[in-house]
């Protein structure tokens, strides 16, 4: 009898994150000391905007910022492309050994991690890393608990105050799709950067206004029906 192993699949995924151009030339630079072993030049195209570059330093002169981007990298038989998406970043890697393809993988993989967004990955994994059947259920729970639980908490309220928290309540639920949804991101300029520095700032503030926003409605709901219901 025979027994054959299955090599684990290496990923082709990596983690929503805020990349800026001193992680993007380091992400070319481990390319490059995977190639090392052939004398050519490593071929670089960057794609943004709608616009094709073959240099790291003509992407600031396109856009300040992307959230679709692509970088493709070549020498002799060695291809490898990084492509950020609404939904993430995805890569692929050919011409590598598999053993070559694990240490890209985990080094590639570690840059991300660094500048990984929490929140968004989060709402990923509910929204696409979970089993379909979990989101139907999770969906159609949504879909008829919702307006049968909303009606009734709607209905424990004067009408004003309901109409402001029911207001409040869904912007901020746009928002927190608008942002949570937006996926990996790349900066062109460096991290160090101060502009960069407070852009990225202003950026991780927001899931704490927002959740400050949730806070504060919940508290008022709570307080009046306290008051209200049981005095």
């Not at 001193?22 to 960057?46: R, W």
């Not at 905007?49 to 959230?67: F, N, V, Y």
């Amino acid at each position: 009898m025979t027994i054959t192993r299955h090599e684990k699949p290496i990923p082709d995924t990596l983690p929503i994150s805020r990349l800026f151009l001193d992680d993007l030339n380091e992400i070319i630079d481990v390319v490059a000391e995977a190639t090392k072993g052939s004398e050519e030049q490593l071929v670089l195209k960057c794609r943004v905007a709608g616009a094709t570059c073959d240099q790291i330093e003509e992407l600031p002169k396109i856009a300040k910022s992307a959230r679709k981007f692509q970088i493709d990298l070549e020498k002799r038989h060695y291809h490898f492309m990084l492509k950020l998406t609404r939904f993430g970043a995805r890569y692929s890697a050919y011409g590598f050994t598999n053993d070559e393809k694990w240490r890209l993988f985990r080094k590639i993989e570690a840059i991300f991690e660094a500048r990984r967004l929490p929140f968004r990955n989060l709402i990923k994994v509910v929204l696409l890393d979970t089993p379909w059947w979990i989101s139907l259920l999770f969906g159609a729970t949504a879909y008829f608990g919702i307006p049968f639980l909303g009606g009734h908490v709607y209905s424990l309220f004067p009408k004003v105050l309901a109409n402001a928290l029911l207001l409040t309540s869904i912007v901020a639920l746009v928002a927190m799709i608008w942002y949570f949804l937006r996926g990996s991101e790349i900066v062109f300029r460096d991290s160090q950067d101060y502009e960069a520095q407070r852009e990225d700032r202003a950026w991780k503030i927001i899931p704490a206004v927002l959740s400050g926003v949730i806070g504060f409605l919940a508290g008022i709901a709570v307080t009046y029906l306290k008051h209200a219901y049981w005095p």
